[in-house]
């Protein structure tokens, strides 16, 4: 059974910093596109960045860009999504999500791509 299993959500002052960890488990992470998403209180679930299944191609959200960092170890079959100068406007629930798709920078949105959902991770940025 496939699964995923974020962690790493806190609570953190602007300007701050985290690192999410997505770990997989019940299949190998090397065929998977793996994208973060997050959801605030009230607004669509929106893309934040994914990651080709080798870890050769990345792409962001405009909002984060210079800020966000994905990146992947599947030898620990592990995604992160290092988050540097966090805004008021970053906090939400942050998901991972696994799709045995072909990487295009424009997937990284595309929801349906992604048949495996972690459970999510609370971010909150608050002084």
């Known amino acids: 059974q496939l699964q995923l299993v974020e962690s790493g959500g806190d609570l953190v002052q602007p300007g701050g910093f985290l690192r999410l960890s997505c770990a997989a488990s019940?299949?190998?992470?090397?065929?998977?596109?793996i994208a973060w998403f997050r959801q605030a209180p009230g607004k669509e679930r929106e893309g934040v960045s994914c990651?080709?299944?080798?870890?050769?191609?990345?792409n962001s959200a405009d909002s984060v860009k210079g800020r966000f960092t994905i990146s992947r170890d599947n030898a620990k079959k592990t995604v992160y999504l290092q988050m540097n100068s966090l805004k008021p406007e970053d906090p939400a629930v942050y998901y991972c999500?696994?799709?045995?798709?072909?990487?295009?920078?424009?997937?990284?949105?595309?929801?349906?791509?992604?048949?495996?959902w972690g459970q999510g991770t609370q971010v909150t940025v608050s002084s």
């Open positions: 999500a696994a799709g045995r798709t072909t990487y295009h920078s424009s997937i990284c949105s595309t929801t349906w791509l992604y048949n495996s």
């Open positions: 019940g299949f190998t992470l090397d065929y998977y596109v």
């Open positions: 990651i080709s299944s080798s870890g050769g191609s990345t």
